[in-house]
């Protein structure tokens, strides 16, 4: 596919490890293309879920993905700030049909106040015995979790101070285009 340019939209898929999809994000502007990341906004989008039920997102949400590292970032924002939803998975690759990429079950939740909770450790767990994911990729997401929480404590990329800010701009920029 050929890369995507800053107002244009796409669409998001996650998979579980055996294949099968899992969530579906239909319309998301992209607002920024690297060679390593796709930064985004989607905005009270349609999300299909596996077994075809649908729901749109509450509000508005900046997407951070990059070619090497195995999670992705969602910040939402929020009237008391903005809340990250981190997403241990494979690093994403793009195609004709979408953004697409791995969904590892892990977590990673930070409330408006700092606090950071890790999340679905259980269901890591179980789909780690069904799917039998390898060692190596139980010890590339132990390392991304670290790298991660890392990202987190010392304020890099989205979690910086005035990323929220820089990219909420650029929406309203390309959004109100003519």
């Excluded at 996650?14 to 999809?21: A, E, M």
């Excluded at 924002?77 to 004709?96: H, I, K, M, W």
């Excluded at 890790?118 to 139980?138: C, F, G, K, M, P």
């Excluded at 929220?164 to 920029?173: C, G, H, P, S, T």
Aim: with cysteine; charged share 25%; net charge negative.
């Amino acid at each position: 596919m050929q890369v995507p340019r800053e107002g244009d939209y796409i669409a998001i898929q996650s998979y579980k490890h055996d294949g099968h999809l899992h969530r579906i994000w239909r319309d998301t502007m992209v607002l920024k293309t690297s060679e390593n990341e796709i930064i985004g906004c989607n905005d009270h989008t349609l999300v299909t879920e596996s077994d075809r039920r649908h729901w749109y997102t509450h509000e508005t949400a900046l997407v951070y993905f990059h070619r090497h590292y195995w999670f992705n970032i969602v910040t939402m924002l929020r009237e008391n700030g903005p809340s990250y939803y981190c997403n241990l998975a494979t690093p994403f690759v793009l195609d004709q049909e979408a953004l697409k990429y791995i969904d590892y079950d892990l977590d990673i939740k930070v409330f408006p106040d700092g606090e950071i909770r890790l999340l679905d450790v259980d269901e890591y767990a179980a789909h780690r015995q069904l799917w039998h994911y390898s060692n190596t990729i139980d010890d590339i997401l132990k390392y991304s979790t670290e790298t991660l929480i890392s990202w987190i404590k010392n304020q890099k990329g989205p979690f910086s101070p005035g990323y929220v800010r820089l990219w909420q701009k650029r929406y309203q920029e390309l959004l109100h285009r003519d």
